[in-house]
Nanobody, 124 residues
Framework: LQLQASGGGLVQPGNSLRLSCAASGFSFNVYAIAWFRQAPGKEREGVSCIGSSGGSQYYKDSVKGRFTISRDNAKNTVYLQMNSLKPEDTAVYYC??????????????????WGQGTLVTVSS
């Protein structure tokens, strides 16, 4: 059971990045997939989540209109397109898989599987 996050890097404010989360070893298409982030000295927070079929997407208020989550179940991969990046988006980004059963997507405790994290740094 593995999630592999990739796509992080150093970008200037206003630029874009696309994160990928590749899954293997479990029934990917029955799990909701979320992206969390953790900045130095701060708690881990939910950024976005997509339902198992891709029909539902959820976003943290501060990223609405800038970030887009999507999934390709044929490739067992979830993407997070991040546009108009800001310095406050700087963090380690983690993807996570869980079966929420109506529970909040924002709580990290509701996810059973986690990727290793990819660092996003937004700086001029």
């Amino acid at each position: 059971l593995q999630l592999q996050a990739s796509g992080g890097g150093l970008v200037q404010p206003g630029n874009s990045l696309r994160l990928s989360c590749a899954a293997s070893g479990f029934s990917f298409n029955v799990y909701a997939i979320a992206w969390f982030r953790q900045a130095p000295g701060k708690e881990r927070e939910g950024v976005s989540c997509i339902g198992s079929s891709g029909g539902s997407q959820y976003y943290k208020d501060s990223v609405k209109g800038r970030f887009t989550i999507s999934r390709d179940n044929a490739k067992n991969t979830v993407y997070l397109q991040m546009n108009s990046l800001k310095p406050e988006d700087t963090a380690v980004y983690y993807c996570a898989a869980g079966r929420l059963y109506g529970r909040s997507w924002r709580s990290w405790m509701n996810y059973a599987y986690w990727g290793q994290g990819t660092l996003v740094t937004v700086s001029s």
